[in-house]
């Protein structure tokens, strides 16, 4: 009999054989999968944060960068990024065919060199970083404009939870609509985790986009959103049920979340819901809202609350008038 607690046991070697059978080592896309080969998220992690870098210099890593030098440091932080990056993308691009929608809807496999595509879709994605700042530059002049608690355009670079959530997702969205697998929504959650922004890569975010004070807002795959458009803590742009195909699956690929045109305000912990719900640009959506069909341009939308009663305690209570 065994009585060192420090060595395995029986008991050890039985639980063992119980939990083997609950694990598998196919090519195919299932939760009992072990997760070796796939995308590393601690690799693409690092790679967003470079990246967040190099369009918020100072956001992820402090430093004084001097001008002289500074096409030095762009240079190596695409560097440090394509190293850690490139294989990540190698590792997803097996999903086009494997991941278990693609099967589903009857994707067959591409003789396809995952090198050579990793390499090709990295190319695409670091041509977009020009317009990608841009946009950032624009998201950070919104986040001043909109807040008048924001005295200077370094708190807002340097603090606000908004912007590097927007940051990373513009980031996200690229690598998205070059349909790589897995890689942006490790990139999204990590975000995620950070900010309690929970913005899918598949938005279609416009320019000037600003979130105040960023929790709990949650924004669907296919919502799309214009130019200018600001909103509050709290709030969902979501789905309503969804369509379910023959073996009673949500179908993918769908229109499923509101559409919000340029120029739009939806206040704290508002509720928008629906593939077929257009906001109208220029409208104000009241907080607490929950609102599940159109509105035309330039519509204010309130929510009607309860009463609210009032009853002063004279005997009781700490004020002493």
Not at 278 to 305: K, M, Q, R, Y
Request: proline fraction near 7%; hydrophobic fraction near 40%.
């Amino acid at each position: 009999m065994n009585n060192d607690p420090d060595k395995p046991s029986q008991f050890l070697y039985n639980t063992v054989e119980q939990l083997r059978p609950l694990y598998s080592d196919s090519e195919e896309d299932t939760p009992e999968n072990v997760l070796s080969g796939y995308p590393d998220p601690e690799e693409v992690v690092i790679a967003l944060k470079v990246l967040i870098d190099l369009l918020l210099p100072g956001r992820m890593d402090p430093g004084t960068i001097g001008a002289d030098e500074f096409s030095v440091f762009l240079l190596r932080r695409l560097s440090h990024a394509w190293r850690h990056l490139r294989p990540q993308i190698e590792r997803s691009i097996a999903f086009r065919w494997y991941g278990r929608a693609a099967m589903t809807e009857g994707a067959l496999p591409k003789d396809l060199d995952v090198h050579i595509e990793s390499k090709r879709i990295l190319e695409a994605f670091f041509q977009s970083f020009p317009k990608v700042r841009e946009l950032v530059i624009h998201d950070i002049q919104a986040a001043y404009d909109g807040d008048p608690a924001a005295l200077t355009f370094a708190e807002v670079q340097l603090a606000y939870p908004g912007l590097l959530a927007i940051a990373a997702h513009r980031l996200a969205h690229e690598l998205y609509r070059l349909d790589v697998p897995v890689v942006p929504r490790v990139m999204s959650e990590w975000t995620h985790s950070r900010t309690g922004v929970d913005l899918h890569p598949g938005a279609r975010v416009g320019k000037s986009f600003f979130i105040d004070h960023a929790t709990g807002v949650v924004v669907g795959e296919t919502t799309e959103i214009g130019d200018r458009v600001k909103i509050y803590q709290g709030v969902t742009l979501g789905a309503k049920s969804f369509p379910l195909d023959e073996n009673g699956l949500p179908i993918k690929h769908v229109k499923r979340h509101p559409t919000v045109e340029s120029d739009v305000v939806i206040y704290a912990n508002a509720t928008i819901l629906g593939g077929d719900t257009i906001i109208g640009c220029g409208s104000i959506i009241g907080a607490n809202v929950f609102l599940n069909e159109s509105i035309p341009s330039n519509s204010i939308v309130s929510a009607v609350h309860p009463e609210l009663r009032i009853k002063q305690q004279r005997d009781k209570g700490g004020c002493k008038e």
